[in-house]
């Protein structure tokens, strides 16, 4: 694991810190976006805009066209499906703010204005926004909405030009950006559009310049107060409402009538995202990635708009990326008219097929025979469809019955993620019904018989027997209830009529005493009303009971039938290596063998060997690796260098073009002594300057240069930020390696 190394010592000025070339994220896999490494000699292909899941998978293997259709196709539909969720979770809201601003348009001494807390899910904030957009300015009353960014409206005149960009993209007209806008030439064109009331939306409050915001306000407050035009405030905020009083003054603040608003919570829209997609045939997610991903949900941002990311990843993994990605488009589909030989063996290595067959021995069905498996398999595929139908009824059953009993089922996405896990505490949930009265049960099986009828349950028989029986228990339950208060009254009028009787009237003052057989009367009616519940016929408990079995025989777990591998991703291991990647495995990865994220062929090594084409990086990165737990980092310098070094000398030598010899004449000489003479005097001639020059030219290559000095410096302190190395106080020139069995 990676250790957590100090923060970097040095100052980076105002250059942009480009992490050697690598853009890590703790929620994706790190993907290179390098365009050129200096003394590199490779070619890089440049960062396209596949994401880098769906890159990834398309290196593995390719991707037939039909299957890339059917997950374009279901994600088309998640992200629809979430819209609508968004808009018909907003829409009471949407309208409760337009009532408050049309109502106050014609205020001239003060700016009628919107407080709206949307919540920390910033990311599902953007499509609130074009809700609240459209269907303010969609309305007959000559209404303009414009929505103002913090990262755009950085001075006054940024946010006007703004305002009359989108007031020219509403009537289409070719926008003119002015040097000096003012609020009156915004004015000026929306009274030539016929529009007599401006609401601006200020998106994330938090983030504008309280200067820039507080001129804005008395701008509109000015034209406002005049009579000039009609104007009126949203201010959209995500952490609550003492945010204004932080960035108005008490004098901006006294020209606004604030109203409050809230946004449903989150778990509001998970709830009927989840209830929406269980009555679809695109509900591919088994009980593990569904967990997962409502945790995530909960725990991490809150927006939808990252579930929804996450939930067409699964299914683009089950249909594209499984093992039995074939067999799953005929069953999403339902057609296995094309059925082959080779996917009749896929079918037999499902765990649920092998299961099934063995305990239907005396079935006449052949595995090898292709024709024999059709009917099965759109048998069982029927039967999983079904098994979803009948699983989203009962579980809003559940949701309607158990809501206000227990806190654990006041979402319906905890009622489903109970009902579905094997070891579940559902079962516990109703011993909570024996302490509600009768009326309770009754009103709240009129309720489930309600909901039974209202839905569309013909052509189940199941849950047919579950409405009539509901029907059952509501008349026994009303008979046991009217008898019970006749039983009641006659034994109340028994017990006052022997009280009469025996007794005895006591002076003024003084009170009335029960005699002995109304005293035994009176506990026997309290003894009878305690035991009335553990009565085995009791109607109350037969219901409870019978609404318990019907629950037990009803609601299975979809693993519980076969083939439920085709229609419910439940690799949760293939999910987490997108989701919750291993960021220091990640580092590693990219480090050692950076050929994968650069998309770069000659980068592609052994393992553990260093070539000329790698990044330097790399080559101290490796370097790193071959070292102990302390590392000198005057040695690890010099190894870098050398490696450096040899590199290029390697490189110049393949560019060397051999020179030709020059044609020397030859001195003639008169004896052979005088030219061995002449020899050994050359050889023997300043022999102390050839050491010099050896020693010099020895030294010289020791030192590294500038460009390699750099490059290792700017690495050792990347690595220090990344927590691959720290500084250690044992020596001065030493580092600490934190990086192990990795």
């Not at 949407?94 to 919107?114: G, K, M, T, W």
């Not at 209404?143 to 289409?172: C, E, V, Y």
């Not at 003894?527 to 409870?544: C, R, T, V, Y």
């Not at 061995?676 to 022999?687: I, M």
Request: proline share 3%.
């Amino acid at each position: 694991m990676f250790g957590t190394g100090k923060s970097c010592n040095l100052i980076r000025g105002k250059n942009k810190r480009i992490l050697t070339g690598l853009e890590l994220s703790t929620s994706e896999p790190p993907v290179a976006s390098v365009k050129k490494i200096k003394g590199r000699k490779c070619k890089t292909t440049k960062n396209s805009a596949t994401p880098p899941t769906i890159s990834v998978i398309e290196n593995k293997k390719k991707i037939s066209s039909t299957d890339l259709r059917l997950a374009e196709e279901i994600n088309s539909y998640i992200d629809s499906l979430v819209n609508d969720v968004i808009d018909s979770t907003n829409s009471k809201l949407v309208q409760s703010l337009y009532d408050y601003l049309s109502s106050h348009r014609h205020c001239n001494e003060f700016i009628p204005s919107a407080l709206l807390l949307c919540g920390v899910n910033i990311a599902d904030h953007n499509a609130i926004f074009e809700r609240i957009q459209s269907s303010l300015s969609s309305s007959d009353m000559g209404i303009f909405a414009a929505r103002l960014d913090s990262k755009i409206s950085t001075t006054i005149r940024n946010a006007l030009n703004s305002i009359l960009k989108q007031i020219a993209m509403r009537f289409d007209e070719q926008s003119t950006k002015k040097m000096t806008p003012t609020i009156y030439d915004v004015v000026k064109n929306l009274k030539d559009y016929e529009c007599k009331y401006l609401i601006i939306i200020f998106e994330d409050l938090e983030s504008f310049d309280t200067i820039v915001l507080q001129d804005l306000v008395l701008m509109l407050n000015t034209i406002n107060s005049d009579s000039i035009f009609s104007c009126g405030c949203v201010f959209a905020a995500s952490t609550s409402d003492d945010v204004i009083h932080d960035m108005f003054t008490y004098n901006v603040i006294s020209k606004l009538s604030i109203e409050k608003f809230q946004t449903p919570s989150s778990t509001v829209y998970l709830s009927q995202l989840i209830e929406r997609i269980l009555n679809t045939k695109y509900h591919l997610y088994g009980y593990s990635v569904l967990e997962s991903l409502i945790n995530a949900f909960l725990f991490n941002n809150f927006s939808l708009r990252y579930l929804c990311n996450h939930l067409k990843l699964s299914s683009f993994l089950h249909v594209v990326d499984g093992k039995f990605t074939k067999l799953v488009s005929m069953a999403i589909r339902g057609d296995f008219t094309q059925l082959s030989d080779i996917d009749g063996e896929m079918v037999t290595q499902l765990p649920s097929f092998t299961s099934s067959s063995e305990l239907s021995v005396g079935s006449n069905l052949d595995p090898t025979d292709v024709e024999s498996l059709k009917p099965y398999l759109m048998k069982c595929v029927s039967d999983l469809q079904q098994h979803k139908f009948m699983s989203s009824i009962l579980i809003k059953l559940l949701h309607l019955i158990f809501a206000n009993i227990t806190n654990m089922a006041q979402h319906f996405q905890s009622v489903y993620m109970t009902a579905l896990n094997d070891d579940s505490e559902l079962w516990q949930w109703f011993k909570l019904l024996r302490q509600l009265d009768k009326n309770e049960l009754i009103s709240l099986a009129n309720k489930c018989y309600d909901f039974l009828s209202s839905a569309d349950i013909e052509n189940y028989e199941d849950l047919q027997i579950m409405k009539d029986a509901f029907a059952i228990h509501i008349k026994k339950l009303n008979q046991r209830t009217s008898s019970h208060d006749g039983m009641k009254a006659s034994r109340s009028t028994a017990v006052v009529t022997s009280k009469s009787q025996n007794t005895v009237t006591m002076p003024t003052g003084e009170k009335t005493k029960m005699t002995l057989g109304a005293l035994q009367e009176m506990l026997r009616h309290k003894q009878d009303g305690k035991n009335e519940s553990k009565d085995i016929n009791n109607p109350q408990l037969i219901f409870i009971n019978s609404l318990e079995e019907m629950f037990r025989k009803y609601l299975k777990p979809p693993t519980s039938l076969p083939l439920h591998e085709l229609l419910y991703f439940n690799d949760l291991s293939k999910l987490q290596q997108f989701t919750n990647p291993s960021l220091p495995s990640n580092i590693h990865q990219i480090l050692s063998d950076p050929a994968t994220d650069l998309k770069c062929e000659c980068c592609r090594v052994a393992t553990g060997s260093i070539v000329q084409s790698l990044p330097y990086f790399t080559k101290i990165y490796k370097l790193h690796s071959e070292c102990g737990r302390y590392i000198n980092l005057h040695d690890w310098l010099m190894s870098y260098v050398a490696v450096r070094s040899s590199e290029q000398s390697r490189a110049a030598d393949t560019m060397i073009i051999p020179k030709k010899k020059r044609r020397t004449r030859k001195k003639i000489h008169d004896s052979d002594d005088e030219t061995e003479a002449e020899t050994k005097t050359t050889e023997n001639d300043h022999p102390v300057n050839a050491e010099q020059d050896n020693a010099d030219s020895t030294s010289q290559e020791q030192q590294p240069g500038v460009e390699a000095y750099c490059e290792f410096m700017q690495t050792v302190t990347e690595f220090q930020y990344l927590g691959i190395i720290k500084a250690t106080q044992r020596k001065s020139d030493h580092v600490t390696r934190l990086t192990w069995n990795i």
